[in-house]
């Protein structure tokens, strides 16, 4: 049974931290990117951040350069997501994703909350 979990969300004030991280079960992780997506109210679900395995460069959206660092680590099939100086507009419900590398195989996670609000 697939599952990816995810954890650490919740509430913190601008400019604070908060660590993302997705445990994954079910499936071979290491031959799957993991990413993170967002979705904001009344906005489209957006890439937030992507890894394929330990040593290749990771893709970040515009808006979270900087600021967000995504790692896994497949000793313990996670991938976290390291989000610092945190803006009101990162406020979303952060969803895990795991993508094969060659087939059209794919999950998602449930999702978290994070809200940035003073």
């Known amino acids: 049974q697939v599952q990816l979990v995810e954890s650490g969300g919740g509430l913190v004030q601008p400019g604070g931290s908060l660590r993302l991280s997705c445990a994954a079960s079910?499936?071979?992780?290491?031959?799957?990117?993991m990413s993170w997506y967002r979705r904001a109210p009344g906005k489209e679900r957006e890439l937030v951040a992507r890894?394929?395995?330990?040593?290749?460069?990771?893709n970040y959206a515009n808006s979270v350069k900087g600021r967000f660092t995504i790692s896994r680590d497949n000793a313990k099939n996670t991938v976290y997501l390291q989000m610092n100086s945190l803006k009101p507009e990162d406020t979303a419900v952060y969803y895990c994703?795991?993508?094969?590398?060659?087939?059209?195989?794919?999950?998602w996670g449930k999702g978290t909350q994070v809200t940035v609000s003073s």
């Open positions: 994703y795991a993508g094969h590398y060659y087939y059209a195989k794919n999950y």
């Open positions: 079910g499936f071979t992780f290491t031959t799957y990117a």
């Open positions: 890894i394929t395995n330990p040593g290749g460069s990771p």
